[in-house]
């Protein structure tokens, strides 16, 4: 009997022992559910008054870091940037910076390059970081991209120095063939050949300058306000006219064509009208059609051909300048557009080029909502080809126009400068 109560009495106290472990776990549970986790801690609620808000609104990345260098705030552009991984500052020089402020409460700021993490690209992120405190637990890490800016200010200082290169080479020409005609007073022969000479530096010195000016117009590649219908034939016309005596110099045959003629309508590219700047789209036909003469070898043929092209945005007209000249190499093509580039310097500056055609056609396409491209294959030849909204108005006036060419139409005198421009218009 003792034993059964005394068995009794344990399996009581055992019960009550459980029962009592279990209420403790539970009210555990409950206060482990109620304390706040690390993460909410690095919330707003941490942040003072308004600064979330602030932060959400900067430009420059945010960062925001605890006592602990974990980050309690930062904005997407911070992520995008890569400064901020798995919770924590990935970047050791702006962390020690963080570290240091906290310690002393100094702002600081610095300049760093960082490498592109999964870019592939070699080139570096130029950032400018600035820590402050923020409150006395906090550190504020702002970052600003400085890449783009150091990209804009390399091309000026590029585009200074090759200015004054290019302004040096005809001015020190002329200081010297003027010393030469001094010197050669009284050889008459000698002062007509260096009076000569003189005469093509000042031309060249002309040619840089009035590229210089056209350029500076046409760069920033804003929307026209001064457009107006151009005729394509009469911009084909104009800038052949430009280059006859270099191409008859040269024995070049320069042919006009067009799916209009090929269609066997009267005006050929009569019809085709472009919506633009007049003066401008001349520069820029008149310099594909000039570079295409020069680079071209003697009795070659330059042709000039324009049809119009569907696009979901409106259509299009497109101007192909083709040679048979010595062709661009790949990696030239990627640069034959930026200013002063040349892919030849010395055959450059033996026909007078500044360098700076291809860069005024570049700017003039993308003011006028279009585009330039490049084909090449060295030996071969190049097709320079320009696409520019057409002038819809007028054309849906025309009734000569020529019958629409779809924009995936493979004609074959914008891929492959040595096949026939269909029915070609040949000036001698």
């Known amino acids: 009997m003792d034993v059964n109560a005394a068995v009794a009495a344990a399996a009581a106290i055992a019960g009550l022992c459980t029962g009592v472990i279990a209420m403790l776990a539970f009210r555990w549970s409950e206060r482990d559910q109620a304390r706040p986790t690390r993460t909410s801690l690095h919330t707003d609620a941490v942040l003072p008054p308004g600064v979330d808000t602030v932060l959400s609104v900067l430009r420059s990345s945010a960062v925001v870091l605890d006592e602990s260098d974990s980050v309690v705030k930062a904005s997407s552009a911070a992520y995008a940037?890569?400064?901020?991984?798995?919770?924590?500052?990935?970047?050791?020089?702006?962390?020690?910076?963080?570290?240091?402020?906290?310690?002393?409460g100094e702002i600081r700021q610095v300049e760093l390059d960082l490498p592109r993490r999964g870019t592939g690209r070699g080139e570096a992120l130029a950032v400018s970081a600035r820590v402050a405190p923020l409150g006395s637990r906090l550190v504020l890490l702002l970052v600003e991209d400085l890449t783009e800016a150091r990209r804009i200010e390399a091309v000026r200082r590029d585009f200074v120095a090759n200015v004054s290169h290019e302004l040096k080479t005809p001015v020190g020409a002329l200081s010297l063939l003027s010393e030469a005609v001094m010197g050669a007073s009284d050889d008459p022969e000698a002062v007509e050949r260096f009076a000569g000479r003189m005469q093509i530096e000042a031309t060249r010195l002309t040619n840089l300058v009035q590229e210089l000016i056209d350029l500076s117009r046409v760069q920033?590649?804003?929307?026209?306000?001064?457009?107006?219908?151009?005729?394509?034939?009469?911009?084909?016309?104009?800038?052949?006219?430009?280059?006859?005596?270099?191409?008859?110099?040269?024995?070049?045959?320069?042919?006009v064509g067009g799916t209009s003629q090929a269609e066997g309508s009267a005006g050929g590219t009569a019809a085709l009208h472009i919506w633009g700047n007049r003066g401008q789209l001349a520069a820029?036909?008149?310099?594909?059609?000039?570079?295409?003469?020069?680079?071209?070898?003697?009795?070659?043929?330059?042709?000039?051909?324009?049809?119009?092209?569907?696009?979901?945005?409106?259509?299009?007209?497109?101007?192909?300048?083709?040679?048979?000249?010595?062709?661009?190499?790949?990696?030239?093509?990627?640069?034959?557009?930026?200013?002063?580039?040349?892919?030849?310097p010395a055959r450059s500056r033996a026909t007078g080029g500044?360098?700076?055609?291809?860069?005024?056609?570049?700017?003039?396409?993308?003011?006028?909502?279009?585009?330039?491209?490049?084909?090449?294959?060295?030996?071969?030849g190049s097709t320079f080809t320009l696409r520019l909204p057409e002038a819809g108005a007028v054309r849906d006036r025309s009734s000569t126009g020529p019958d629409r060419v779809d924009e995936d139409d493979d004609r074959p005198y914008d891929t492959d400068p040595n096949s026939e421009i269909p029915a070609p218009e040949v000036l001698p």
């Open 81 to 104: 940037l890569g400064l901020v991984r798995g919770g924590k500052l990935a970047v050791e020089p702006m962390l020690h910076m963080a570290r240091d402020t906290r310690r002393d």
């Open 220 to 255: 920033n590649d804003d929307p026209l306000e001064d457009a107006e219908p151009v005729r394509v034939d009469e911009l084909i016309a104009e800038a052949i006219d430009r280059s006859r005596h270099p191409a008859s110099t040269k024995q070049i045959t320069m042919a």
């Open 284 to 344: 820029a036909l008149g310099n594909l059609v000039e570079n295409a003469v020069n680079y071209s070898p003697a009795r070659t043929r330059v042709g000039i051909s324009a049809r119009r092209v569907s696009a979901p945005g409106g259509d299009l007209i497109e101007i192909a300048v083709t040679d048979q000249g010595i062709g661009i190499s790949e990696k030239d093509r990627e640069r034959v557009f930026e200013r002063f580039y040349r892919v030849d």
């Open 354 to 380: 500044t360098g700076l055609g291809l860069a005024i056609v570049k700017h003039v396409a993308a003011s006028h909502g279009g585009e330039v491209t490049v084909w090449s294959s060295e030996g071969q």
